[in-house]
């Protein structure tokens, strides 16, 4: 059996950034970017009112402050126009936010501290040069690198890309995912249980933790315990970038994952990782296909799915950061570890100044799916120890961004 870590080791050295598509900037959200944008010109592409006022000459202004001061308006620019004329000295134009700066005018007053007076207007403030003046390239200038390949597209680059004209950015694919349950026993959530049945949940919540990395993740359905429907379902995910099945991959006479993968030709990378849960995880390749055996206890799918698919699958859709941050955090209950395997135990977290502390969610068996329901993190508990105990530090994961605040 190998360590959690050497386990994700050999996953992350058969995932890599899939080739890059065009895609419409408006359907970029958390897309990786796979090359640089480079700015094609300035922005703002020229110098431009921050107000509503008069652009004026900063000098004219002199002692406006005490006594106010009487320009003739020599012309209105509304936004989306430009000045025809040039501003001389005595005159002021009326300008309107965002729109260009006359020639020979250098500052804006305000409309706020102006007053109006027919064709002229009293300038109640004296101004510098530049006040109230938006310069040409302040926010980019032309041939600026402003998005770097390997940045995540959040709302502001979609901004900026937009306000460059590009209709389209260069991004990662996303890797299209199939999932496959496994077992005699499960039936569909629409469907009632018959006596020794139970409900498919991994589909489900292995699916969801796909969308919440961005991936719509396809269910490809239950294939029972018999290898020939294994088989069909398993031969149709391999069409996938990534396969992810859950169960079957135990010691019991009926587990055919593994045997189908051989059928198959999925070359095994690994089976069994020396934790609880998850021990039984199986995972190979086969052609560009990523093949995940995850067990089929619903915590253990959902833990293999955190530790070992997740950051296979962000990897693909070229992320740089594919773990979530650890911590350090006291534990606030003894914890027996008697399995000789790590343990990884559903937490809750709360900080309190700049420490962490963890409590259990509850019991921890492999199939109590309530212990995954408001866990804000695992912990792992060393294998090669009895377990720990009440105040002992232990490494800790997040598995939301907010932290509960104690
Ligand atoms: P297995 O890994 O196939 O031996 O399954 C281990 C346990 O997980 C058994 O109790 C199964 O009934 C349960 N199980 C397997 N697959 C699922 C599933 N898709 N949804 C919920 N429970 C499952
Ligand atoms: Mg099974």
Partial sequence: MITIEEARRLVLAEAAALQPEELAVAETLGRVLARDVVAPHAIPPFDNSAMDGFAVRAADTTGAGEKPIRLRISETVPAGHVARLELNAGEAVKIMTGAPMPRGADAVVEVESTEADGDHVLICRQVDVGTSVRFAGEDVRAGD????????????????????????????????????????????????????????????????????????????????????????????????????????????EFDFVKDVQDELGVERKLWQVAMKPGKPLVFGVRGGCLVFGVPGNPVAAMVSFELFVRPALLTMMGHRKVLRPTYRAIIEEDLPNRHGRVQVVRVRARRVGDRWYATSTGPQGSGILRSMVNADGLVFVPADTHGIKAGDEVEMTLLRDEAREA
């Fill in 145 to 252: 690198t402003v998005l770097h390949a390997g940045d995540v597209v959040g709302p502001a680059e979609i901004g900026l890309a937009a306000s460059m004209g590009q209709p389209v950015l260069l991004v990662h694919r996303r890797p299209r995912v199939a999932i496959v349950s496994t077992g005699s026993e499960l039936v569909e959530i629409d469907q009632s249980i018959a006596p020794g049945q139970i409900r498919n949940s991994n589909s489900y919540s292995m699916q969801a933790q796909c969308r919440e990395v961005g991936i719509d993740a396809e269910r490809l359905g239950i294939a029972p315990d018999e290898r020939g429907a294994t088989r069909r379902l398993l031969e149709k995910g391999l069409g996938y970038d990534v396969l992810i099945t859950s169960g079957g991959v135990s010691v019991g």
